[in-house]
């Protein structure tokens, strides 16, 4: 008697944890579920959900109530889009942000409006709000040392990355010249521009278009990120490296100097050349007579 107790106890609490498996699953597989995986993967590095803007972007928490939410799906869907046709709202928030363009994220319809349904719990007062989705760390410390020469390439990124200096420019790094910008804006400010946060955030983001094809599949490690967020630190109110003038007298000089040679060296050259050329042709002129 005792043994088939045990036996249908057994099986009982079987199926209630098969049922417990299948709520949850089921539970996990709502848009909103999903929206706050792809949230948490590609927003909250740059959104809070309640912690208030950052430098980096506005704070989403209710943003379905502020916001129509078919320019929203439109925004995230696209927003190079939304900025190269001159967007009013998304060029204000360009200008609130510093400049700083949301990249495409490359979600799909169906993703786009599963982020939407899970802001929209952030709207109804639900656990998720006050969160800042993933965490951004506070006074993370890092060596200043190793960042400049994460920068300048003379110590390479784990995940394969190219070094900062191939397209940035920054002041401190004993480089002269070659610490000028040159594709890319100057980073000597990113710290006052953007402050702690969003410098972190930046880094772990790396939110420009420009950048995503480099880093997409070869991200900073928190190491890295720490390191670089302590040399920006470390820069920041320093005079940039302008190159623009000093680049133009220098290739200048360099193109006078091929010329002075050229025609120094080459004039003797080139008469013996012509010389040459002379004679053959009055050979070839005696041989047809």
Not at 43 to 55: I, K
Not at 149 to 171: D, E, I, K, T, Y
Not at 225 to 233: G, I, Q
Request: hydrophobic share 45%; charged share 20%; aromatic share 6%.
């Amino acid at each position: 008697m005792a043994k088939q107790t045990g036996e249908r106890l057994a099986l009982l609490a079987g199926v209630l944890l098969v049922l417990l498996i299948a709520v949850s699953a089921r539970a996990n597989d709502t848009p909103a579920a999903k929206g706050k995986i792809l949230f948490d993967q590609k927003c909250s590095p740059c959104h809070a959900l309640g912690g208030g803007d950052r430098p980096t972007g506005p704070d989403l928490a209710g943003v379905t109530t502020r916001t129509d939410r078919q320019w929203l799906a439109r925004f995230i869907l696209a927003p190079s889009k939304m900025f190269a046709a001159g967007d009013p709202a998304a060029m204000k928030l360009l200008q609130k942000f510093n400049n700083l363009r949301m990249p495409d994220l490359g979600l799909s319809r169906t993703q786009v409006d599963a982020v939407l349904s899970y802001l929209v719990t952030t709207a109804k007062g639900s656990e998720t709000k006050g969160q800042t989705g993933a965490s951004v760390p506070q006074g993370a410390t890092g060596d200043a040392q190793t960042g400049e020469a994460l920068f300048v390439g003379s110590v390479p990124f784990a995940r394969g990355g190219s070094p900062c200096l191939a397209c940035h420019g920054v002041a401190g790094t004993g480089l002269g010249l070659a610490a000028g910008a040159s594709y890319g804006p100057d980073l000597t400010s990113l710290w006052d521009d953007y402050g702690a946060d969003g410098v972190t955030s930046i880094l772990k983001s790396l939110p420009f278009p420009a950048m995503q094809p480099i880093f997409a599949k070869r991200p900073l490690t928190d190491s890295e990120r720490a390191d670089l967020s302590a040399f920006f630190r470390r820069v920041n109110g320093r005079q940039p490296v302008h190159i623009q003038g000093a680049l133009m007298w220098q290739v200048a000089s360099g193109v006078i100097i091929l010329l002075i040679f050229a025609a120094f060296f080459g004039r003797g050259r080139l008469r013996t050349v012509r010389l040459s050329l002379v004679a053959q042709a009055q050979s070839r002129k005696g041989e047809t007579r």
